[in-house]
């Protein structure tokens, strides 16, 4: 069963000069249940507008994109963040951590934004699951890059999403924490059965992946395209 399925998916940008730039042109993308995906690819390549359609932060220009068999072009953009927040996980690169809020309390913060009742047991138990147990109340400030990574790792697990989308997570991080974040994300990922799509421009933190795809090889878009020219 697909969890995720882009079908001719398009996007385009609109250049400083007025003009359109096409970013996503992509005929067929899917995403198995509790599969897991590495996607490599230039910075600039659409790797960032590709989650985003994902997760229905942006919709695309034409195509169908379904996630946890709902429709996200059919719905208005609240729908879509009340979707987003119960179905999708997203580690963002920048994290997003709110820097006057403990570890615990940015954990929360991603089931309120859900509208649903903080689980503060399962924030408690995911946070201890990824080495945070003794960090509960701890700032970001207060925390290593590696830390804060855990940090939304955990966020992202909270409300038991389908899929967990994660970009350039290690973007920040030496080689042996790199490795240490992505076999978490993957466990985690495992032990909670949801699928996985992490972008990456480096191989190798790829090659952890039983699955892995340039997004050349499907986005037409990118193809001989400059980096600069796309996002």
């Known amino acids: 069963m697909d969890v995720v399925q882009l079908v001719g ?5 609109v250049d400083p000069a007025g003009g359109r730039c096409a970013v996503l042109d992509v005929e067929r993308w899917v995403l198995g249940a509790g599969e897991q995906a590495a996607l490599l690819g230039h910075s600039g390549s659409g790797k960032t507008t590709l989650l985003h ?3 229905g932060l ?11 068999d709902c429709e996200l072009t059919g719905l208005d953009e609240p729908a879509r963040d009340r979707f987003r927040a119960g179905a999708i996980g997203y580690v963002y690169q920048t994290l997003n951590l709110l820097d006057g809020f403990s570890s615990l309390e940015n954990v929360l913060l ?4 859900g509208g649903r009742p903080p689980d503060e047991r399962r924030a408690r138990d995911l946070l201890d699951r ?10 970001p400030e207060a925390l290593s890059v590696g830390e804060r990574q855990r940090v939304a790792v955990a966020r992202a697990l909270l409300a038991r999403p389908t899929v967990m989308l994660a970009d350039e997570p290690t973007a920040h991080l030496d080689p042996v924490n790199q490795r240490q974040v992505i076999d978490l994300i993957r466990s985690a990922c495992r032990e909670e059965s949801v699928a996985l799509l992490l972008v990456t421009h480096a191989p ?3 090659e952890a992946f039983e699955r892995v795809e340039s997004i050349e090889s499907f986005n037409r ?11």
């Open 110 to 113: 991603g089931m309120t934004f």
């Open 53 to 55: 359609v994902i997760a």
């Open 204 to 206: 190798d933190v790829a």
């Open 130 to 139: 990824v080495g945070l147990g003794h960090r509960l109340h701890h700032r």
């Open 9 to 13: 998916v398009k996007k385009a940008h």
């Open 221 to 231: 878009a990118a193809k001989g395209i400059p980096a600069k020219e796309v996002a």
């Open 58 to 68: 942006t919709l695309p220009d034409e195509g169908s994109v379904r996630v946890a």
